[in-house]
């Protein structure tokens, strides 16, 4: 994985971790919106800007690919790439998570 995609990546916003999220399954921006409004109880909203820059810099970054149109909306799915990077934040929760919870890791 590329330095530089690791350090702008990770970690992750909130609106980044949710967009990949979403697409491990085939969406376009609109489903991703009210998936992520449904998943946090309206909590989290992503403006339409937002969106639509994040997934155009995450498909150019190689995170995200392009599947096809379907009535005028552009359908997204995650990469291997984005996988890996999705993985390591949410390895990157668990531990904080575990951390607030008083579990703590030994070093070795």
Sequence with gaps: MQERIQRVY???????????FCLRE????????????KMTGGEVTISPGTMYGTLSKMEKDGLIRFIR????RKLYR?????REI????????ERLY????GEYKDEK
């Design 10 to 20: 990770i970690p992750m916003t909130e609106t980044g971790f949710y967009i990949l």
């Design 26 to 37: 085939e969406m376009h921006g609109y489903n991703i919106g009210q998936k992520v409004k």
């Design 78 to 82: 995650i990469t291997d790439l984005g």
């Design 69 to 72: 149109e379907e009535e005028k």
């Design 98 to 101: 575990k951390n607030s919870k």
């Design 86 to 93: 999705l993985d390591i934040e949410l390895c990157r929760i």
